[in-house]
Every structure is written in structure tokens, then in C-alpha cells.
């Protein structure tokens, strides 16, 4: 123990406090959460196998086929999962009085928020890598590979969409109970999104799905495989993240009076 | 009270608050505090609920700035200090994931700073080496408060802060808590706790910043502070104490300050506790009669003005 400590000699850490031992402990933090798991790695996966058994995986679709369309799918679901519950966290660990605790280390606010996008990615990527993974071993999804690249990285950045959605969600309904409605939540827009089941196109069912926010990010990621991207996609796409992240901004302004 | 402060002069001042005020609104949560803390003191920051100390310390820390006034921590600003692992501070509850272990929590605050003890000797020094490995979760309050406690370490901050470090814990607790704050502050760390129990302040600070109302109220050794409010109380037992005007009388007597009756108790606050316990004897039907000096909790009350909301159905002057 020194005798008396001169705060001349203190350092400041470099990067605000931005580190590998953070992402490390984070990372396994989340792997380790079995929910986590079977919703956001098992569940696409298993979805994306069960499904291909009621249609015809070899009719042509876009650039491929049926298999890789679903597969694209089933990815972009698990990825907005992830998103969503890492979303989620930030509001938890902000409940719980971690942000608080966090607040009295050196490490920036900037720098938290950029550590947590950059495990959502990772996650993201991990959950878009498991379906792809089980769609090659399986072996009938086709597409050309520069459009299974495509489609990947565009799913990956959709996938901000609902990490939005999860700090946005996470905030109104407080602590862990916001994965018990961002599950099921998720699931309908997916349908309603056009992920699981293809809806007849011009149907009353339709015009509504246009409208949810799923529907826009799935046209977006797996348009390099339909060589097709209609703007109701894109406007869809850029409205819903821009709801979600000043939903956000919002709940998170409102949290401010003890940080 | 003054000389506490006039040696911080020469030296760096640990914290350093002037005029500082602190508005929520139209509340007003601090009304204008200065304070001087020199290095290597332990000082108790004491007062009632909603006195003002969360949001003093929030100041300190940089977790909220004053509305007026100006707060240093060894010349540098809140979040200069904390940058540089200066200070670090204990809080009352939550501030901890569930998830994580014991163990990786420690070793997550380690790696913010620029330089920290090594996690192991932090674990060690709180206690918790043997529950290193135990989800957060599943730890008890007490083992809990030591985790903050070994994460307040970790930066050998010159600066501790602690929020009400002992709610919660059971009297073993509570004496091994402090004895480790104790040990560890002669290496010259600085300790600002707030509390609102009494016999800690009197206990466990060198000095003792009693605040009310967004004020500082008295500033010294727990003794000074005593002497502050001065005079002493007597008790009796006394039938029919509301009749014919007897309470008038004794609160007519020189240097009486107030006066409490719960049924045939009385209770009678006096600088000249003779003269009350003359009256009584010789023209009252009283008896069990007790005169005892002020404690601290009667300094505490007095200063802080809680006396008055206290009476019950008493009369006070």
C-alpha cells in the first residue's frame, strides 16, 4: 500500500477505456446465456431445416433457389434476435445501475456504446454464420457465392434495425421481461415480414405486412438474390430505424436524472 | 470547527466544494455547501434522509454538475479524477450484473483503467477470494457489498467515496466492513461516507459533517459537534402533567427549551437542568426524575431540526 498517493502520477487509459477484456467477458457473458442460445442460434436453424421440408427447395429463385431464399430468411430472423436482446441488455444494465457503475471508471459513454454495436455485430454474425452453416451441410440451398456474401453482410446491417428496437423495448418494459415480448414479438413480425411464410402478394394481409418492420429489412437483405429492391423495402427499412433509434434516444433521455 | 480547515491550505485539497447548490426543478437539494477535506481523512457526511448527501456525493463524482458553485477532487474536475483512477466510490445497491462472476466483474472494472492492483490481491483484500467463481447472483448482500467493495480498490484510489456502505449488512458485517475501510486508510486514502446512523459517525470518522436541509450544519470531532447543542433533558414520571396549567409553569422556567408529555411522561429540555429538577421536586407531584446529557442523537436532532417534528402530542416552546 503506498504511504500517500500523489495524483500526479495517475494515467489516463488510452482508446476511453476500450478494450479486448471488455468484448471477452462480454462475449462469453452472452454464449453462456442459454436462452439466448436456443432462441438466437437453435431456433433459426431448426426453423429454417422445418419449413424447407413443405416446399420445393430446387425451384428457382432470383439468383438461386427456394433453399437459399429461406436460408436468407431464417438468418436475418436469428440476427434481429441477437440484436434485439443485446438492444435490450443496454436498457437492462442501465435498470440495474451497471451504466451508474460504469460511469465511475474511465471509460466513455462513447466508447460503451461503440464496444456494445461492434458484440452486436459479432453476435449478429455469429447467428446469420450458424444458419449458413447448416444450410451448406444440408446442401440445397444455390446461389452464386458473391450473392451469398451479399446477402450476409446485408442482413448483418439490417440487423441494427432491431438492436434499435431491443434498447427501445428494453426501456419500456424494465428488466428481463422484455425478452418474453421481443420473443414472440419478433416472431409475428416475422411472419407479418414475409421471413417465414410467403404472403400472396396484392392480398388485404399484404398491405398491412408492407407496413411492419420486418417486412422492409427482408427485401433489403436478400435482394442481391432476387436482383430486385423495390423502394417500399428501402423506405420501409430507413422509417423503422429511424422510429426505433428515437424511441430509443428518447426513453434514454428520459433516464437521465440518475445515470 | 475552522481548524479542520486552515491546514488544507497548504496542501492539495482532497475535495474541495464552494457555494455549491444543486436544483431539481424548482427543489432545492443542496442550498450552498462548503467543504474542505484534506487528504487522509475519514470523514462521515451525516444527516436525515433527503438532507442532501446522494446528491453531494453525485456532485463529487461527476455524476451530477451544480447548479452554481464549483467542485474540485485534488484540482482536477469529477471526471478528470476519475479518469486517473483517483477516485472511486461504494454505492448503496445495485451497480452489478447478475450474470457475470465475482470474479470476471473485477477483472471487467480492471481493465477500464490505466492502471489497476492486480485483480488477485483486490479479491483478497475484500474477502471474496473464495467466492470468486460464484455468479453475482447468487451471493448474498453482504458478499455482495464486499464485491463493490474490492471494484472501489482496484484503482488504489486517493479519493473513497461510500454511499451508505452498511445498509443491509449485520452488526459482524458491518464491524469487519469498517475494519478493513480502517486499515486500508493509513496508507493516506481519503474516506467520505455517508450515513445515517449515528454511532458509525461517532465511531468510525475522524470528523463529522452534519448536513440538513441542503446545509452544512456543524463541522468537527464527534465531540465538538455534541457540545454544539448544548443542555441536557430530564425525564419524569408525573400524573395529571396537563392540569392546571403545571406545563405553562415549568415552560416558563429560565432556559427551558421545550417540553413533551406522553401520558404521565414528561420530558423537559433545558440549558439549566437544575433549576427544572428544583421545580419539579418542590412543587410538583414528580418522581423517577432523570437528567442525562445530550448524545449525539439529541445533537443530531437538534441541529438537524428534527426535534419539533417529534413530539407527539407534546407541548413545545
Not at chain 1, 13 to 27: D, H, K, Q, S, Y
Not at chain 1, 197 to 215: C, D, K, N, Q, R
Request: proline share 4%; aromatic share 6%; net charge neutral.
Amino acid at each position: 500500500m503506498s504511504t500517500m498517493i500523489d495524483p500526479a502520477t495517475r494515467r489516463v487509459p488510452p482508446r476511453g477505456g476500450f478494450n479486448a477484456t471488455v468484448l471477452r467477458i462480454e462475449l462469453r457473458r452472452m454464449l453462456r446465456n442459454r436462452r439466448t442460445i436456443i432462441f438466437t442460434l437453435v431456433f433459426p436453424a431448426a426453423m429454417f431445416l422445418a419449413i424447407g421440408g413443405t416446399v420445393d427447395w430446387t425451384v428457382d429463385a432470383g439468383h438461386g433457389n427456394v433453399g437459399a431464399y429461406i436460408m436468407v430468411a431464417m438468418a436475418l430472423y436469428g440476427a434481429a434476435l441477437t440484436a434485439a436482446s443485446g438492444g435490450a441488455m443496454v436498457a437492462m444494465e442501465r435498470s440495474v445501475g451497471w451504466s451508474r457503475q460504469l460511469r465511475l471508471t474511465p471509460l466513455s459513454p462513447t466508447v460503451y456504446i461503440i464496444m456494445k454495436a461492434l458484440l452486436a455485430l459479432v453476435l449478429g454474425a455469429i447467428a446469420i454464420a450458424v444458419v449458413n452453416i447448416v444450410g451448406v451441410i444440408q446442401g440445397r440451398p444455390s446461389m452464386p457465392v458473391g450473392v451469398w456474401i451479399a446477402c450476409a453482410l446485408l442482413t448483418l446491417l439490417c440487423t441494427l434495425v432491431f438492436a434499435a428496437l431491443g434498447v427501445f423495448v428494453g426501456y419500456i418494459v424494465p428488466g428481463e421481461n422484455a425478452m418474453q415480448i421481443l420473443g414472440p414479438g419478433l416472431a409475428l413480425l416475422a411472419f407479418l415480414g414475409n421471413v417465414f411464410i410467403p404472403l400472396t402478394e396484392g392480398s388485404m394481409i399484404y398491405h398491412v405486412a408492407e407496413l411492419t418492420p420486418m417486412f422492409g429489412v427482408a427485401e433489403v437483405s436478400r435482394s442481391p438474390l432476387t436482383g430486385d429492391l423495390n423502394w417500399v423495402g428501402v423506405v420501409n427499412t430507413v422509417v423503422w430505424l429511424a422510429i426505433f433509434v428515437a424511441g430509443a434516444a428518447w426513453r434514454m433521455s428520459k433516464d437521465t436524472a440518475r445515470v | 470547527m475552522t481548524t479542520e480547515i486552515i491546514g488544507a491550505s497548504q496542501e492539495l485539497a482532497a475535495v474541495a466544494l464552494r457555494g455549491v447548490t444543486r436544483k431539481f426543478g424548482d427543489v432545492e437539494a443542496v442550498r450552498g455547501i462548503d467543504l474542505m477535506l484534506r487528504p487522509g481523512e475519514i470523514v462521515a457526511f451525516l444527516g436525515p434522509n433527503g438532507a442532501g448527501k446522494t446528491t453531494t456525493i453525485d456532485m463529487i463524482l461527476g455524476l451530477a454538475v451544480p447548479t452554481t458553485g464549483s467542485v474540485e477532487v485534488f484540482g482536477l474536475t469529477p471526471r478528470q479524477a476519475i479518469a486517473r483512477g483517483l477516485v472511486s466510490a461504494v454505492m448503496q445497491t445495485g451497480g452489478l450484473l447478475k450474470d457475470l462472476s465475482v470474479r470476471e466483474t473485477v477483472e471487467y472494472t480492471a481493465s477500464l483503467f490505466a492502471d489497476t492492483q492486480p485483480v488477485g490481491v483486490v479479491l483478497e483484500q475484500a474477502g471474496i477470494t473464495g467466492i470468486a467463481r460464484r455468479k453475482v447472483a447468487k451471493c448474498s448482500g453482504g458478499e455482495q457489498q464486499r464485491l463493490r467493495f474490492a471494484m472501489a480498490l482496484l484503482s488504489d484510489p486517493a479519493l473513497l467515496l461510500l454511499d451508505e456502505p452498511t445498509t443491509g449488512m449485520d452488526v459482524e458485517g458491518r464491524r469487519s466492513f469498517w475494519s478493513s475501510i480502517r486499515k486500508d486508510s493509513q496508507g493516506g486514502r481519503t474516506v467520505l461516507f455517508a450515513t445515517h446512523y449515528l454511532e458509525e459517525a461517532d465511531q468510525y470518522a475522524d470528523r463529522i459533517v452534519l448536513v440538513s436541509q441542503g446545509r452544512v450544519v456543524a463541522d468537527g470531532t464527534a465531540a465538538e459537534v455534541r457540545a454544539l447543542a448544548s443542555g441536557r433533558t430530564i425525564q419524569a414520571t408525573l400524573p395529571d402533567a396537563r392540569s392546571d396549567g403545571r406545563l405553562d409553569e415549568i415552560g416558563r422556567l429560565a432556559g427551558v427549551e421545550s417540553v413533551e408529555v406522553r401520558g404521565d411522561h414528561l420530558r423537559i429540555r433545558a440549558a439549566d437542568s437544575d433549576a427544572v429538577a428544583r421545580h419539579l421536586l418542590r412543587h410538583t407531584d414528580a418522581r423517577d426524575l432523570e437528567i442525562t446529557a445530550q448524545g449525539l442523537e439529541e445533537a443530531f436532532l437538534d441541529l438537524t431540526g428534527q426535534h419539533d417534528t417529534n413530539t407527539g402530542n407534546g407541548v413545545t416552546r
